[in-house]
């Protein structure tokens, strides 16, 4: 069983400039969601994808987008970055309608804006 | 207004003296609350959930309604519990809100 892949690690991108940020769910699990952790914050949440749907969104705007594909993988996209989004970017699966179950959390991607 | 407040960005415990790492929320409904752990290097990681009532490591978490409070405790500190710690709340629609964080720093 494999747990949640991020990929890239770590990037580097100019204001102005769009990014795609990926996740591999844990395996088994249909529920992603997606987190910005700021430095010397917690994680907030930006959105939730169940079964390629959106189904949870936090207070982030319309430039902040996602997709979930068939196999529970995902993407968070961001059009016109800003330097406030210089961030780590948090992944989490999980196996969505069971209130027993916590979230799997990715490494993160640490994504720096100039 | 749904909220988890940490009120203590970094907590300082002697090796074999008690922790309690504090959390208080804001919600409405009927919440779900968990504890996340991050050690050094480390992914972030789900520690307990009120729930499941169960006790990880030594530390235990119960969820008080009246005081809209989920203490993390464990009755003796030891030094690999140094980490970041996250109190987090679930929603009815499944958003996770995290409080700030404290910083567990187990002194020798």
């Known amino acids: 069983e494999t747990g949640v892949t991020q990929s890239p690690t770590h990037l580097i991108k100019t204001r102005g400039q769009q990014v795609t940020l990926r996740c591999s769910s844990q395996?088994?699990?249909?529920?992603v969601s997606w987190y910005q952790q700021a430095l010397g914050q917690g994680p907030q949440f930006i959105f939730q994808?169940?079964?390629?749907?959106?189904?949870g969104r936090g207070n982030f705007p319309p430039r902040f987008s996602g997709l979930q594909f068939p196999n529970y993988s995902s993407e968070l996209n961001v059009n016109a970055l800003e330097l406030d989004d210089s961030a780590l970017y948090l992944c989490a699966s999980s196996l969505g309608g069971s209130k027993a179950y916590g979230y799997t959390f990715g490494s993160g991607t640490r994504l720096t804006v100039v | 207004a749904q909220r988890v407040t940490q009120p203590e960005k970094l907590l300082s415990v002697f090796k074999g003296a008690p922790v309690e790492l504090k959390c208080n929320y804001s919600?409405?409904?009927?919440?779900?609350l968990f504890w996340y752990v991050q050690y050094s290097r480390q992914r972030l990681q789900l520690l307990l959930r009120?729930?499941s009532r169960e006790s990880i490591k030594g530390f235990t978490a119960d969820l008080n309604k009246g005081e809209t409070s989920f203490h993390l405790k464990k009755p003796f500190a030891q030094e690999e519990d140094s980490a970041m710690y996250y109190c987090a709340l679930r929603t009815a629609d499944d958003k996770i809100i995290f409080g700030k964080g404290t910083r567990l720093h187990i002194l020798p």
């Open positions: 395996s088994g699990h249909n529920t």
């Open positions: 009120h729930i």
């Open positions: 919600y409405s409904g009927s919440p779900e």
């Open positions: 994808y169940y079964r390629e749907e959106e189904n």
